[in-house]
């Protein structure tokens, strides 16, 4: 069994996207547990929930849309701010967009909690690429 990163959460209000990430993300056996959420108030509960579960070991790698209804990703990247602290797990988060915005581009990648920006949908190439990187 190849290793996995133990779970990644797909933040995004468009089901189709978040239906063809997990298929991908299946696809390449990366990820125990995939979890589509669709806004940032989803995310943020259970970010806060996976405390109970998960280790300083655990890997949690978050793939964020900007624009979503309820609570946007920036919305939630200030609220992460708040708890990031209290998390007892390693994580990563990915903006995940389909604004061409240099403003949003630029906004994502001067967040700290922000690793990169990608324009969605995400490709086999890049999701291969952080299957390497992050195992």
Known sequence: MSKKVNTILLVDDDLAINFFHKRLFTKLD????????????????????????????????IFLDINMPVMDGWEFLESFKNISNELNYQFKIFVLSSSINPDDIEKAKNNSFVSDYFSKPLMLDSVASLKEIYL
Not at 35 to 45: C, D, F, M, S, T
Not at 47 to 58: I, P, T
């Open 30 to 61: 990366f990820g125990e547990t995939i979890v589509p959420l669709y806004n940032g108030a989803e995310a943020i509960r259970d970010v806060k929930q996976l405390n109970n579960s998960l280790s300083e070991k655990d890997l949690v790698l």
